[in-house]
């Protein structure tokens, strides 16, 4: 198993909770009348958008899953690449929350797998 792509897995799953649930902006109501004031609290992207925000973030996770079930090279370098395409496309809302998932995937799609072990069974 490549460590690297768990550890992408991971930031992958992290990153979509924080996508959905961290108190992301601020959201502010003026009352107007005998009690006049504003009244500010902060917002989630799963409190604003709903439930599907789940949905568009559980994407990015299957695709680090995929390079942790598959335990090939290509696997990890497929995860690589659509982790990239889906931060770039996704820069302005949720993409930026998976940047380090995709540079620990490309890590992941970069190193040698270390050799067999051979033990003293094994001559």
Excluded: D, Y
Aim: charge should be positive; hydrophobic fraction near 60%; glycine fraction near 8%.
């Amino acid at each position: 198993m490549n460590r690297w792509a768990v550890a992408a897995f991971v930031a992958a799953v992290v990153g979509a909770l924080v996508a959905s649930f961290a108190p992301l902006g601020r959201s502010c109501t003026t009352r107007i009348g005998p009690f006049l004031g504003e009244t500010c609290r902060s917002v989630s992207t799963f409190s604003e958008e709903g439930a599907w925000v789940l949905v568009v973030v559980s994407v990015p996770v299957l695709v680090a899953l995929f390079a942790v079930v598959v335990h090939q090279r290509p696997a990890r370098v497929a995860s690589a690449v659509l982790l990239w395409i889906g931060c770039i496309v996704g820069l302005a809302s949720v993409g930026i929350f998976f940047v380090p998932a995709a540079i620990l995937m490309t890590v992941a799609a970069a190193v040698a797998p270390p050799p067999p072990r051979v033990g003293l069974a094994g001559k």
